[in-house]
Antibody, heavy 122, light 107 residues
Framework: EVQLLESGGGLVQPGGSLRLSCAAS????????MSWVRQAPGKGLEWVSA????????YYADSVKGRFTISRGNSKNTLFLQMNSLRAEDTALYYC???????????????WGQGNLVTVSS | DIQMTQSPSTLSASVGDRVTITCRAS??????LAWYQQKPGKAPKLLIYKASSLQSGVPSRFSASGSGTEFTLTISSLQPDDFATYHCQQYDSYPWTFGQGTKVEIK
């Protein structure tokens, strides 16, 4: 069974940093591209970032480019999102999700984690 | 960026009704469109990929069609488990974008 478990969220002050992790199990992690998607309270879904299976290709939403960094540790089956210079508008539930192929283009998400809440507030 | 617009935003229906949700893209995305179902407090669940392909395990009452800029998701006979919010998403080009969601409520 595919499982994705996010951790690392919490309350942080504006300008602060957090590192989200997503522990993957039930599939060969190194064979799949991965992504982060967020959902602000009561709002719709917003794609944040994606990374290819080998980490060689990454993409970011304009709203986080230059502040967030996606990475992965294939030996530990873990996806990461380093979030710096956090703003109030980054407050959201952050989901880790699997893409259906190794690459990050023309490929949809299939499995999602349960999400981890990040709150940016003073 | 490609804008995705869903209609309606909210839909009130009864069990057994046929329900159709529309998603429009601001430019052609070929068939690179997915539909997700999301229940309160839960993660989205993939229903449809590549505009009309049913994800494994999804009931056959769900179907979808479209290409280019106009897409539809249809539930042939609404069941109690189907009351949820439905999101479309384009993956033709980055940044990936979602529609604003359609909430299907009990009438």
């Amino acid at each position: 069974e595919v499982q994705l478990l996010e951790s690392g969220g919490g309350l942080v002050q504006p300008g602060g940093s957090l590192r989200l992790s997503c522990a993957a199990s039930g599939f060969t992690f190194s064979s799949y591209a991965m992504s982060w998607v967020r959902q602000a309270p009561g709002k719709g879904l917003e794609w944040v970032s994606a990374i290819s299976s080998n980490g060689g290709s990454t993409y970011y939403a304009d709203s986080v480019k230059g502040r967030f960094t996606i990475s992965r540790g294939n030996s530990k089956n873990t996806l990461f999102l380093q979030m710096n210079s956090l703003r109030a508008e980054d407050t959201a539930l952050y989901y880790c999700a699997r893409l259906v192929t190794t690459t990050v283009t023309k490929t949809n998400l299939d499995y999602w984690g349960q999400g981890n809440l990040v709150t940016v507030s003073s | 960026d490609i804008q995705m617009t869903q209609s309606p935003s909210t839909l009130s229906a009864s069990v057994g009704d046929r329900v159709t949700i529309t998603c429009r893209a601001s430019q052609s995305i070929s068939s690179w469109l997915a539909w997700y179902q999301q229940k309160p407090g839960k993660a989205p669940k993939l229903l449809i990929y590549k505009a009309s392909s049913l994800q494994s395990g999804v009931p056959s009452r769900f179907s979808a069609s479209g290409s280019g800029t106009e897409f539809t998701l249809t539930i042939s006979s609404l069941q109690p488990d189907d009351f949820a919010t439905y999101h479309c998403q384009q993956y033709d080009s980055y940044p990936w974008t979602f529609g604003q969601g359609t909430k299907v409520e009990i009438k």
